[in-house]
């Protein structure tokens, strides 16, 4: 009787472990990332030594001039809709600051630096506000979970900050829906959008038009 009481339960462990993985391998296989993955093309277009002993003031030009050549033909590109550039991948960027709210409340989020053609390329949904028409210097949107950890209700008055990015508080304009920059069982990142109308990084995400042109 007890051998059989102990391979009953051991049967029963088992059977509940296989409905727990098979429940967990079709949250993993049907859950979307949250942001646009179809017809995008990353690439490292300006790419540089890591060293930066190597930077001298020559060198730095010369870069600089690679970079808005880079630029002005990715412009000119009929093949091309939309592009951004970052020193970052959307995917596989887990670097966490922490970013203090107005209320004085201190959360460890993923600085990510974009332009306003990044929300436009990844599609992610605003769930509030949207990004200004024209942005003089800075403004942030925050991740769902991001908001919800800085204790924020309405992005009405709601600021970052955070000292290794900016010298005073930046404004939120707005909140997008959460995503997954990693493996999904990780959880949707807290993430805050630095934007700005100025490209940074050697790091190039594009998308192609629906009918690239004969012309290459």
Request: charged share 20%; aromatic share 14%.
């Amino acid at each position: 009787m007890t051998f059989l009481f102990v391979q009953y339960l051991l049967t029963f462990i088992l059977i509940m472990l296989a409905f727990y993985f098979n429940s967990q391998l079709r949250f993993m296989l049907n859950t979307p990332p949250g942001f646009e993955t179809k017809d995008i093309i990353h690439a490292e277009l300006v790419y540089e030594s890591r060293d930066y002993n190597y930077y001298t003031p020559e060198k730095i030009k010369l870069r600089q001039q690679r970079v808005k050549a880079i630029d002005k033909a990715l412009d000119e590109c009929p093949d091309i809709r939309s592009w951004t550039a970052s020193p970052y991948y959307i995917v596989g960027f887990s670097y966490n600051t922490g970013f203090t709210g107005n209320n004085n409340r201190t959360v460890s989020a993923v600085p990510y630096m974009v332009t306003p053609q990044f929300f436009d390329i990844y599609k992610l949904k605003f769930i509030e506000g949207g990004l200004p028409e024209n942005i003089d210097g800075q403004v942030c949107l925050l991740t769902q979970s991001a908001m919800k950890a800085f204790g924020y209700t309405s992005i009405d008055g709601a600021t970052v900050y955070c000292k290794l990015i900016n010298d005073t508080p930046i404004p939120v304009v707005g909140v997008v829906n959460d995503y997954y920059s990693g493996h999904i069982s990780s959880g949707p990142s807290l993430t805050v959008f630095i934007i700005s109308d100025k490209n940074r990084g050697d790091r190039y995400g594009t998308e192609p038009t629906k009918q690239p042109s004969a012309n290459k």
